[in-house]
Structure formats: C-alpha cells, structure tokens
C-alpha cells in the first residue's frame, strides 16, 4: 500500500516533486484488526527493528493498569504506537498494558524497508515527530483534566477534549462519535463507574452533555475555554485550519 495516498498528512511539508517520488517509494504493509483485546506484540511482522504502526482509520484504547486500578489512553488516525517496546515494564511497580480495539481499525507497519525510505525525507520524520509531541501533549491535558475536583468538571472538559480531534458538528451540538461506557470514561478522568453515572445524570439535567441511543455522545451549549462561541460554531472554525484526518472516527 502507498502510505501517502492513504495517510497524506504524512507529506504535508514535502514539495510536488518530492511528493510524487516518496509517494511510490513509501510501501507499508497494512494489518487490520477487529474490535475486542488486540496484542500488537504478536503480529507476524514484528521485528524489534521495524519503526512502529501509524493508525489509519479506527480507535484504540492503551490501558496501563496498576492493580486494581486503570488509566486509559485513547489513539485514532494518525497516531503512530509501537506495542513491542525495547525495554520492559516497570519490574518495581505491578504494571501491565492492555489494548482493545473500540472500533474496527487499519494499521500500516512502518518496517525497516518503510524507514528506510522515510530516512530519505526529512520532511516525513519532522511529521511523525510532530505527531509524537501532539500525543504526548494530549496525554499531559488528560492528566490535567482527571486532576480537575468535581468528576463533572473532568467529564465535560474530557468531552470538549475529544470533540476537538474526533467531534463532528450535527444539528443539535457538537457529537463524539466514540462509543464509551461508563466503566471506560471513568478510566480516562480517573473516577469510579457510579461516580461517571452521577455526574452524567447532572450533566444532562444541565443540558451540557448526554449519550445518545447509539451509545455515542453529544454535547451541548458553549466549550469552557471559550464561553461566548457555540460549540458547533467553534468546530466548524477549527476544521477549516486543522488538517482532515482529525475530523471524526468511528467507535
């Protein structure tokens, strides 16, 4: 598979020419996986030497669980993950990760041969450091968010978060169109399943945030970093700036 003419972002910085050679240079292999436990690990085509797997379409949940307890990570077109790390896990600490697809995903394997060849554009690996700084600058807003005192607080910033990468503007609000239960956004705001209940009960009493039949979500009324703007307005600005592969997946 042509990695740019599915993942075209990736040559975003490379200029006509450029683009036209690393676009038939750049092959990657694609693995798909079912919705459920995924071990990553296990694929056929792991090598410890192969760069990692750039996420095309679909989401992912990395949880990283610490006895009883579980922190969630949520990964979508673009992220680029590599569940065959060098080092192992933390032998001081009981930790153990776990991946589940939430929806039907598309990974392509970036080998050694792909690296190769994107060693040859800089413009490339500038991408794919970006796109590694934007995952870990998600994850240090999520830590904030789960540091937030009321579970309500955390939820409807957890909302607007994931609306700014994967929501889509539909008549009534701004719609998440990730299937979450209770039990997993509880994992990603750091709070108990009956403490989610509750404060989506009062959410929804309050008409900022509710789930909708089809176990997606739909929020209501004006982002908290931005109170005057309506939150479909605010979407429909942000996508005229912020590239496709960020507009909405599947869960």
Request: charged share 25%.
């Amino acid at each position: 598979m042509r990695l740019l003419e599915h993942d075209p972002e990736l040559g975003q910085l490379l200029d006509a020419q450029r683009r036209e050679q690393a676009t038939h240079e750049l092959i990657a292999h694609v693995t798909a996986v079912e919705v459920g436990e995924w071990d990553g690990a296990r694929l056929a085509d792991v090598d410890p030497r192969n760069l990692g797997l750039i996420v095309l379409e679909g989401v992912l949940a990395r949880e990283v669980v610490l006895e009883e307890f579980v922190s969630t990570e949520l990964l979508g077109a673009g992220d680029i993950i590599r569940p065959w790390p060098l080092d192992p896990e933390p032998s001081l600490l009981p930790v153990q990760t776990r991946w589940n697809a939430l929806s039907p995903a598309r990974l392509a394997l970036l080998d050694q041969r792909a690296a190769a060849v994107i060693a040859r554009y800089p413009e490339i690996n500038a991408v794919i450091v970006d796109r590694l700084i934007a995952r870990s600058r998600r994850l240090a807003i999520e830590q904030a968010i789960s540091q937030m005192k009321r579970v309500d607080d955390r939820m409807l910033a957890l909302f607007w978060h994931l609306a700014e990468r994967f929501g889509r503007v539909v008549p009534d609000g701004v719609q998440v169109p990730l299937v979450l239960s209770h039990r997993l956004v509880g994992e990603l705001v750091g709070a108990t399943r009956p403490s989610v209940s509750t404060a989506l009960a009062e959410l929804t009493a309050r008409g900022e945030l509710t789930r909708r039949d089809d176990g997606t979500w739909l929020l209501l009324g004006h982002p908290p970093a931005v109170p005057d703007v309506p939150g479909p307005e605010l979407i429909r600005q942000r996508r005229r700036l912020t590239p496709a592969r960020a507009q909405g997946a599947s869960g």
